[in-house]
């Protein structure tokens, strides 16, 4: 008995050693079908349903075909990151080391610029997450489908 639970703790600290990484997750260089890239805006009262959703895809993320990925921009309360949902699992690509104004045109083109030079693939699909009525709104002046709140 004893033999036996000193091989089976052997095993586990073998499986567990060799199942880490380096910390820098990388796409594998070549090109997928089919990306989808999901931005999301949610440094605003949408938080904590972007943790709920982000911890969904996770859950899914054993599902999504070999020659598919999903890659995620989040924004929420603490620094921006960019994840990669794969048959894997979840991953994380990047953490930007300041605050973002995920509102901010220019700040989307950047992010979907790096989203694609990095995941190569011969299909994209957008989703953008956040609050949505259209890009601006006139009324209020401000911005719509993203509200960034700059809280971070």
């Known amino acids: ?70 890659v995620v921009y989040h924004d929420a309360e603490l620094k921006p990151s960019i994840f990669l949902f794969n048959n894997k699992g979840m991953t994380t690509w990047k953490e930007y080391d300041k605050d973002m104004d ?14 694609t030079k990095g995941f190569p693939s011969d299909k994209y699909s957008l989703v953008l997450w956040s609050h949505g009525s259209g890009w601006i709104d006139e009324e209020r002046n401000s911005r719509a489908i993203i509200v960034d709140n700059e809280s971070n």
């Open 1 to 70: 008995m004893r033999r036996t639970l000193y091989a089976l703790g052997i095993a586990l600290c073998f499986l567990t050693l060799t199942s880490c990484d380096d910390g820098t997750p990388q796409p594998d260089g070549e090109p997928k079908n089919n990306t989808v890239i999901v931005y999301m805006g949610a440094e605003n009262s949408l938080q904590e349903f972007s943790h709920n959703d982000l911890y969904e895809m996770r859950q899914g993320a054993s599902t999504i075909p070999e020659d598919c990925q999903v």
């Open 102 to 115: 995920s509102a901010d045109p220019s700040i989307m083109k950047s992010v979907l610029k790096e989203i």
